[in-house]
């Protein structure tokens, strides 16, 4: 029998998962589970680069290890872990460092970003896309559900296989990157990504109250209730399209073009659309959100799955530049 694909993927614990953690990566990564041998974790480590509160830290990776429980992972099945369980990782990004040239971390959207805002970077910041190559390469991922924002970190991730591998012999396998292309990007309430560090997100977890108002929020023009209107540049509907089947899509679109459609209505029905999708797996959310004891026993049982394979790649990279 052939070996099953694995699939590898994080998420930074640093608040509330949204709809475009949700759409880009959650949903279609949780899917893979019926196909794939998957790995996901929660990307701790990596949230320390701009996250210095431990209180959020901490939570923020229970409300994780919910969100996966809640959409369905299957925890014996497949790996689930903390990023931070594993340390073997990090002696990886350090020896992926020693092969990662400057110029290729200096290329980095995020690293140029904050340079040209002339805000303070982090040697960890700066060196992000070695331990997120660490990340993938120290499971012999094959693929890699992620959004579209993520791509530049996988392209970096192969540009550095490929080099370690030039120089050392065969070690690594080399992934690629999987996006879902009818989602790409999500966009939040102003039409800007949907981020957290914009400020823009709806929550894929909260009351439905929350969510209604987050769904009213979504930033539209001033066209009055009268005139026709465009879908494909409009912000609630680049949302709803995620959410409803194609024939409504079809039949709201027109309803834009006709005119005489208030944004009112199409955020109404969004937010139904919406909640129609997420209200069961919010309710096993909420039910397993304050079980501590439940979501570290998943943590554990994770950590010790993904150690296995992690020792047993770094055991092979660590022979090939000599340590052993
Ligand atoms: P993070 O925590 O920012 O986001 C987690 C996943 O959600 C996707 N995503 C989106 N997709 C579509 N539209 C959006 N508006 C949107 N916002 C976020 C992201 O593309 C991502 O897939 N560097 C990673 C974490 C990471 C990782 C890894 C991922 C660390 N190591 C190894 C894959 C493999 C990050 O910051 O994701």
Known sequence: MTR????????????????????????PALALQATHDTHYFIADYHALTTEHDPRVLRESSYELVATFAALGMDFDAHTFFRQSDVAEVTELAWILSCVTSMGLLERAHAFKDKRARN????????????????????????????????????EMTRDIAQRFNHIFGE????PEARIEEAVATVPGLDGRKMSKSYGNQIPLF????????????????????????????CNVFQIFRHFAPPARQAEWAARYRAGGM?????????????????QGYRARYFAIRDDTAALDAILAKGASKARVVAREVLRRARHRVGFA
């Open 262 to 278: 208030g944004y009112g209505e199409i955020k109404q029905a969004t937010f139904e659309a919406i909640n129609a999708e997420i």
């Open 119 to 154: 805000e303070e970077i982090t040697h960890g910041l700066f060196s992000y896309p070695v331990l997120m190559a660490a990340d993938i390469l120290i499971y012999d991922a094959d693929e890699v559900p992620v959004g579209q924002d993520q791509k530049q970190h996988l």
């Open 206 to 233: 909260c009351t439905e109250q929350q969510l209604r108002k987050a769904v009213m929020r979504v930033v539209t023009d001033s066209r009055g209730v009268e005139e026709p209107k465009d879908p494909d540049t």
């Open 171 to 174: 070690t690594f396998v080399i």
């Open 4 to 27: 099953r694909k694995r699939t590898l993927s994080g998420i930074k614990p640093t608040g509330q998962p949204h709809l475009g953690n949700y759409l880009g990566m959650l949903k």
